[in-house]
């Protein structure tokens, strides 16, 4: 039988017991060892039960066993200091208000927008890497004390749950997830009745939503919801599923996530006295409606569409998370003008103007497609990716939309991502760190970082390591044994085939793990490469090699889910499958036990396409050492001291399949002849010394750079607080003032030409400290000097003579304008430095406001070719 209607009934806890629904609620739990404690104590097989989720638990233990913890002074004091504890955390000073957060030069208040949040297992609103980095983004600010709210959408389905079927396809389920029986609150109106968010669409339809309310510590996140009574069926259908549908579908959940963003938030800060955000942040550019929704609340105050947009641009932070154009959401032109258009959303914005945000206005652009990257550099002053590599990555990539600068000069920086380590520790680790510099201090180096407290991990004992990484093993081995029962009984098997279950995986053997999504780039089964080594890395007599493989594929992608079947099936061959596994239905709380459970952790993208790449880090911080293409992150930071880099075939003209087998034997060489050797040779004291050190030094030089607490404040000191500078300069007065300006220069900029280049020496070669003075006639048209600066740009040349690392220096107006109405600019040019060196001239727009850099306006006038043959003088 079907209920016709569902409650949700709250226990109703004693009143000694109340202070544990303020910790339930409060996602703090999720990253807090002792709180975890406590609700564990609370009844151990519930817990568990629960799937180890605290509001789960307390609508699951029975009322005698609330009555008897009500009378258990140990449990209540137990309680006491968990909730004081949260309550000082909560409400005391942290970094952000050391560094006079709020008040100075910082923002009041950040909000951060993503698709998706992965905070915990126990709130499913996440697909993969972005999610969990957008979660442990919040977590970290509320470490650090940054004043964020996180904005998102409440997928009715979450992402799928993954199985297997017998032949090894993706079998995909999506749970109902019901948010009264989530960590979440709803926001209410001071009367009471849900807050409500609302859309026009086209056709004088309306999408409406609720807004629930997470807590991340110190840090809300709110969580936009369609699934109202209100609305008709096709809309209660907005927020369904994490990147389900079609077009549409996902044009009006991106609506949703910008526009209702904007207003859940406003409706936030109005009903509980929050500050009002300075900057707001697009993780990925599916949240770049928010820019429009902001231009249209000044629209609404008077304020012109240009004025605004600069207001606004000012104040917007974007980063970019994809050097694959696949992984960019690109809409049809009409789509997006029938959304914007009359009778629907944001009336005062006139579509034409929407449009010339997002299209892609530029050479190789697809002139009828709508692009949310493009939108989100467009409408973001300032912009990022996510590790040094993906940043000038970035730069090259969307280098056509600055036509005339060269890639370095595009207004992309880099921030590398980290993680949040008090999520990713295993609790064993932790306890070591606590026993070595005490558990205040632990958590600190955790969430703030700092080096010198990571650097205690130096004076912990070899033995003491070696039986951590054991422990951490055998707990792996445990969970993959039931994780893989489950599954063989899920496709079908019977209990009494599966007694060979009990010998998968064996705690002493080296355990490599693999997970990750399986798009095709990251190349899930390149070890499959050359079946017969791998066979025999897997059974090698005394240096054997075990494998744990995880990754879920998306719905719409039948190639992903072959290769998640051709991996599968090579597990399931009965000579190897006790030394290699496929666990379905990847997530956090799988990897809570796997990324701390393995020895190496693999990582083999096609270079350079993993634009920072996470679980890398979250192994390393729990010992685990790292074997990767030298891609995202480990570009960065691998040292041969701590892990290997697999050597790459990228650049060369090698086809894909030869460049697949190259890496491959390079992956099967470095297992077979350096990892495995040093894994098992032993020193005189019967231990992995070489090893051990390896482990000892991932920790100590990677530990307290891969944090989130790092990532964080670089956001902060790099992105948000001159965001927030920028934005208040920019009162209407000086938005309007800017606008105008930009206008005027673009008018004149055709007329702004380099004239005529001197040089008081013009000898193909120059003696190292020799200075030449510069004279430069320009054009400037209608615009002034004020209006310009009027460089030279030096530095070395390759052999085409192209300006490798340019360094330009400002040239000075000495006379002008003539009859003719030319300007004389000059200056020095020092020669520096020895070897090919060359320069060149060219004039940029320049104004106090501008922030993005020479390369903002996309405006610059070089010598023609006409005035080359002295511009472009070369010395070798
Ligand atoms: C960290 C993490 C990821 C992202 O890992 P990548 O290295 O970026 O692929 C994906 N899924 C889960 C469950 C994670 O914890």
């Keep these: 039988m079907k209920a016709i209607r569902r409650f949700t009934v709250r226990p109703v806890l004693p009143e000694p017991l109340g202070r544990l629904s303020e910790l339930a609620r409060n996602l703090r739990w999720s990253w807090h060892p002792r709180t975890r404690d406590l609700f564990k104590s609370v009844d151990p097989r519930q817990w568990e039960a629960s799937g180890c989720d605290p509001v789960r638990l307390l609508g699951q233990v029975p009322p005698a066993r609330l009555d008897e913890l009500a009378r258990d002074e140990d449990f209540l004091r137990r309680l006491g200091e968990a909730a004081d504890d949260l309550r000082a955390y909560v409400e005391g000073e942290r970094w952000y208000q050391e560094q006079g957060g709020g008040e100075g030069p910082l923002p009041r208040a950040v909000a951060y927008f993503s698709p998706e949040f992965g905070i915990t297992a126990a709130l499913p609103q996440y697909s993969g890497g972005l999610g969990i980095l957008a979660g442990d983004h919040l977590k970290a600010a509320s470490d650090l004390g940054v004043p964020l709210i996180g904005v998102g959408l409440l997928y009715r389905h979450g992402y799928f749950r993954q199985s297997l079927s017998h032949d090894a396809w993706q079998q995909e389920h999506y749970p109902v997830l019901d948010p009264n029986e989530l960590p979440l609150v709803l926001l209410r109106e001071a009367d009471g009745t849900p807050a409500i968010v609302a859309l026009a669409l086209p056709g004088g339809r309306s999408l409406r939503a609720h807004v629930w309310q997470a807590q991340v510590g110190r840090v809300p996140l709110l969580l936009l919801d369609s699934d109202v009574e209100e609305n008709d069926p096709g809309e209660r259908d907005v927020t369904d599923r994490l990147y389900g549908g079609g077009s549409e579908h996902r044009l009006l ?8 963003g904007v207003r859940a938030v406003r409706a936030y800060c109005r009903l509980t006295g929050h500050p009002e955000p300075e900057v707001f942040h697009t993780n990925e550019g599916h949240a770049g409606f928010l820019g429009l929704e902001r231009i249209h609340e000044l629209a609404q105050h008077g304020v012109g569409f240009d004025a605004a947009l600069e207001s606004v641009r000012a104040g917007t932070v974007f980063t970019t998370h994809t050097p694959v154009p696949a992984g960019i959401d690109r809409f049809d032109r009409e789509l997006v003008a029938h959304h914007f258009g009359p009778g629907a959303e944001l009336p005062r914005i ?9 299209m892609e206005t530029y050479p190789g652009g697809e002139p009828n497609l709508f692009n949310m990257a493009v939108m ?24 056509g939309l600055w036509p005339g600068f060269d890639a370095q000069e595009v207004p992309i920086a880099s921030i590398t991502n980290g993680v949040h380590a008090p999520t990713w520790v295993a609790p064993e680790v932790f306890r070591l760190g606590a026993r070595q ?98 066979m025999e890395l897997l059974r090698h007599p005394e240096r054997p090699v075990q494998i744990v493989v995880a990754g879920k594929a998306h719905p719409a992608d039948d190639g992903g889910k072959r290769l998640i079947q051709e991996l599968v099936r090579f597990t399931d061959d009965p000579r190897v499958r006790r030394h290699i596994v496929f666990l379905p239905d990847y997530g956090m709380a799988m990897a809570q036990k796997l990324y701390p459970g393995c020895d190496v952790w693999l990582n083999n993208p096609l270079r350079p396409l993993e634009a920072c790449g996470t679980s890398g880090m979250k192994a390393a911080l729990n010992g685990c050492l790292n074997l990767s293409v030298l891609d995202g992150w480990w570009d960065e930071w691998f040292e041969p001291d701590f892990g290997w880099a697999i050597p790459t075939a990228d650049g060369a003209a090698t086809d894909d399949d030869r460049r697949d087998d190259l890496e491959a034997a390079a992956l099967y060489d470095l297992l077979e002849r350096r990892i495995a050797p040093r894994f098992y040779e032993q020193g005189p004291g019967g231990l992995p010394d070489r090893w051990i050190e390896m482990v000892r030094r991932t920790l100590t030089r990677l530990g307290p750079k891969v944090l989130a607490g790092r990532m964080v404040r670089e956001y902060v000191e790099q992105l948000y607080a001159p965001a927030a500078r920028a934005h208040r300069a920019l009162d209407a007065t000086a938005a309007g003032e800017l606008a105008a300006w930009k206008a005027r220069v673009r008018a004149a900029w055709p007329r702004v030409a380099v004239d005529h280049v001197e040089a008081s020496a013009s000898d193909a070669t120059a003696e190292l400290g020799t200075t030449l003075s510069l004279r430069v006639r320009v054009h400037l048209g209608d615009l002034t000097p004020d209006d310009v600066e009027v460089q030279v740009v030096a530095g070395r040349v390759d052999p085409e003579d192209h300006l490798a690392d340019p360094s330009p220096m400002p040239l000075k107006p000495v006379s002008g304008p003539d009859v003719e109405g030319r300007r004389v600019y000059e200056g020095p040019l020092a020669l520096d430095r020895t070897g090919p060196f060359g320069y060149t001239v060219r004039i940029l727009p320049a104004h106090r406001l501008l922030a993005g850099g020479a390369a903002e306006l996309g405006l610059v006038a070089v010598p023609s070719e006409a005035t080359g043959e002295e511009a472009g003088v070369l010395m070798r």
């Design 350 to 358: 006139d579509a034409g103007d929407v449009l010339r945000l997002g």
């Design 376 to 399: 989100g550099l467009r409408l973001g002053s300032r912009a990022n990716g996510v590790s040094t590599l993906h940043g000038s990555v970035s730069r090259e990539m969307f280098a």
């Design 437 to 534: 510099i005490g558990e205040r201090r632990t958590e600190d180096a955790l969430s703030v970082g700092g080096s010198d407290r990571w650097d205690a991990v130096a004076d912990i004992q070899d033995a003491d390591i070696w039986e951590l990484r054991r422990t951490l093993r055998e707990q792996l081995v445990e969970e993959v044994r039931r994780r893989l029962y489950d599954s063989w009984r899920q496709r079908g098997a019977a209990t009494a085939e599966l007694g060979w279950i009990d010998g998968v995986l064996d705690p002493g053997v080296l355990t490599v793990g693999f997970a990750r999504r399986v798009p095709s780039y990251k190349r899930l089964t390149l070890m499959l490469r050359d079946r017969d080594r791998l």
């Design 253 to 260: 959940q991106e609506m949703l996530l910008g526009i209702g």
